[in-house]
């Protein structure tokens, strides 16, 4: 067991540096202590969060170095698998942000590697899991009070995205989410997806937006998504499962209701990083704890690949119209 986590970032942006600042005040038993960023001032301004951070060149360098005992990747996912496959040959424990990668095949091959090494070393951002809110409905389907779970409604609605954000992002980098915990309450994989588009938000440039996606899992149940990126009223996060005999939604975030002059009204939140801090907090310590006895929890590559499989289909499915079938093969031991 390593007494304090020495942790190696690759990625500062939005939530590498937000990921620093929870290790430093957050967590006593880990430090970060190396970061690198293919953009330098994002790793000097990163670099100066916290006590005595070396900056290095490349990913490769920061992986080999004796100061970094796990590494936490927060780059763009086209830039993840290289990173996790130098880790994982360092045998070095991995947190990555979602996306897993950016394909159903560059996911395969880090699963091919981690499968190699015989033992999981890496876990997944996909960080709804850890949410108070989403545990407690999870908690509710497992009771079985409500009965066997039929259908989960899921709406995930940004205020608005960033310059970079583009293509199919509304699918790889946002949808994601909801796929993660449509196979996590449904407790199944995914069979096939539909993904329609509606009529676009005038505020989202050339972005398919919004969309909603059948989704058709392997036990019958079914998933409906809604994603729409540049809603401007808040960050909005609904999800409700209908059961045999009883429902279980998620409640609003806001803490109070203000009545004034025959209305009352509530605090909507503004992103994602408010709606979810506790959720990152629960997240980033749990995986430390475990990183610190040499191996890791959470959500998995396996889960990762069978991610972004659907995202993968779903964009082909919003492109052709049709329903595209799911073939993601049998979960190897490790992941059982
Ligand atoms: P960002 O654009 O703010 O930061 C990404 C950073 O990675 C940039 O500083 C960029 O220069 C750097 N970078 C890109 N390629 C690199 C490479 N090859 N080596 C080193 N650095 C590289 O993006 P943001 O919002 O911080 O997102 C980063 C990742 O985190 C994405 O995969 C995103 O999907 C995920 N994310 C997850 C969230 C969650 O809710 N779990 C929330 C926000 C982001
Ligand atoms: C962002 O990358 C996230 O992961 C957020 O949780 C999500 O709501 C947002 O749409 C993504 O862009």
Redesign the pocket.
Known sequence: MVKILKVGVIGTGM?GQDHIRRITDLIPSAVVTAVTDTNADNAKQAARKAADIKIFETAEQLIAADNVDAVLICSWGGAHEAAILLALAAGKPIFCE?PLADSQAACQRIIEAEVKLGKRLLQVGYMRRYDPAYKAMKATIDSGKIGAPLIFHSV?R?AG?PDH?KGD?AIS??MV?DIDVARWLLDSEVARVRVVGAKKNTRGGGLRDPLMALIEMDNKTLASVEVS?NIDYG?D?QGEVSAEKGSVSLGETNKIIVKSQGQFSGEILAD?MLR?VEAYDVEIAMWAEAARHGGVTGPSAWDGYAIQAVSDAAIKSADSGDVVELNIGDKPSIYV
Do not use: E, P, R, S
């Open positions: 939530i979602k995930h940004n995205v954000y992002m980098d946002t989410h990126v960050y996060i994602w979810f």
